[in-house]
């Protein structure tokens, strides 16, 4: 190999490495967006084919507006989530996710819809705001959702401990500390980190795609920043594939914000209906974010 050949060569990874970026616990950005296929989707409705319908039905069943599997039948539906005809059931869904989302209710892919299901959000299922959509009670529409039963860690706890996975290659400790200075503000108990993670509440790591519970961070949920379980089951998985940073930064994800929101449902608080809540399912890139009115109204609420 000759001299100059070996210079570019050199001088090219030195360019490589001032230009990555120097963000403080950040990791390497998602590539390749799985939903790169909805951009083609725009403008189909009911009763059309066309290929990539079957990535929107996943979508949703992923995030609980649609079911195509009775699993109290045997009968075999013909509708089914491998195919790419837009059924009546995918119409149904799509409206009650538009109006979820503050979206108009058309029910076809518009621009509007197809630019919320592209964002990044939490992987936990938007059960409760569903179940208050489909009870029509049109006064619990606008406000926190707890979890169906009203799960809740026990009124005889004082403490709760939790625990960071070893090994995870960023470090969280000091986000969830501050994050758990504010539910705790509002919440009848001391939380106290341990390092034992085996015996912890609430264990907490990092992870990437299949990961071993309901939830991968890949194909649905691949652009999930993270993902957590109602009381006590204590689990908050956080995907590796994000860029997580602390505070405002361009294309970052900020840990406080996000584990904020996780660790409310930890706590026992299912995804609110009010965009300004921590509790609202998705959060903008470069952005924080804090407890709203309608977070510390539902958490009081269920450990009045």
Known sequence: MTSKSLFVIAFTCLLTIILLPLHSHSHAAVKNSPFTYLKNLEGYRK?????????????????????????????INYDDDDDDFFDEKLE???????????????????????????????????????RSRMNNNSQFHSRYKL???????????????????????IDASEPIRRALVEWGKYTPF?????????????????YRGDHGDCCPFSGPGARAY?????????????????????GVVEGGVDLMT???????????????????????????????????????????????
């Open 47 to 75: 009763g059309d084919q066309v290929n990539g319908i079957k990535y929107v039905k996943k979508y949703l069943e992923r995030f609980g507006y649609l079911s195509y599997h009775d699993k109290s039948s045997s009968t």
């Open 92 to 130: 149904s869904a799509i409206k009650t996710y538009q109006t979820n989302f503050n979206l108009n209710p058309t029910g076809f892919l518009d621009s509007e819809t197809i630019t919320m299901m592209s964002r990044p959000r939490c992987g936990v299922p938007d059960h409760g705001m569903i």
């Open 147 to 169: 979890y169906a039963g009203n799960p809740k860690w026990p009124s005889n706890k004082t403490t709760i401990t939790y625990a960071l996975q070893l090994g995870d290659p």
């Open 190 to 206: 001391k939380y106290e980190k341990i390092n034992d993670f085996g015996t912890a509440d609430i264990k907490i790591g990092f």
């Open 226 to 246: 993270a993902h957590a379980f109602a009381p006590t089951y204590g689990q908050l998985h956080f995907n590796l594939n994000q860029t997580w940073v602390n």
């Open 258 to 304: 996000v584990g904020l929101h996780e660790l409310g449902h930890v706590l026992g608080l299912d995804h609110s209906t009010v965009e300004a809540a921590i509790m609202w399912p998705y959060l903008g890139a470069g952005a924080t974010k804090g407890l709203n009115a309608d977070d510390i109204q539902g958490i009081q609420a269920l450990y009045a």
